[in-house]
């Protein structure tokens, strides 16, 4: 895919990162919700609770899922990260692929019957945190990039970095001649 120009990466970067932190806090909404239905002795409560978390859940779940993973997509494929050059990317990718299949398959579902049934369930607390504590650790590694390059990402760099044959006068991979993956001298979007 070829790069996106820095305006529309800049915007792209924009959407990702606030649907992401969407989704995450909306998660957070829900664990609180979950806990007070879960811990409570007053069944009016828990069922208000599940209903509240399904309202949530019918309106904001699949559209904030969706659109972090489609954002997260096109910037990873649009942008010399690449999605598949960078252990962080990468693993990022697929817990995002995977708890967006859940929320959309299987938590939204559960949360329908709980809000149906009016029972506490502890079901929706477990899930809650296991999505909460993946959004903290894929919101760490987007800060700290950890584990380099992949062994695509190396096979990558090291064709950008070597010489054209004779006589091209260019490095190939890069028009300019610096590896793909090498800092540009310019602030980053």
Partial sequence: MKHLPRPARRALLV??????????????????LGLAAYTTRDLSLTHAAY?????????LLAP????????????SLGTPWGLARHHWVWIKFWITVATATATIFALRPEISHAAAAGVPDSSLVAARAVSTSAYLFMTAISVLKPWGLTARGRRLRKSASRP?????????????????DAPSGRRPA
Avoid at 173 to 178: F, I
Wanted: proline share 4%.
């Fill in 15 to 32: 959407v990702h990162v606030a649907v992401s932190v969407a989704w995450l806090g909306l998660s957070v909404g829900l664990l609180a």
């Fill in 64 to 75: 904030v899922a969706l659109v972090t993973l489609g954002s997260g997509l096109v910037l």
């Fill in 164 to 180: 054209a044959p004779r006589g091209s006068g260019a490095t190939v991979g890069a028009s300019s001649g610096k590896p793909v």
């Fill in 51 to 59: 209903r509240a978390m399904k309202v949530f859940a019918d309106w």
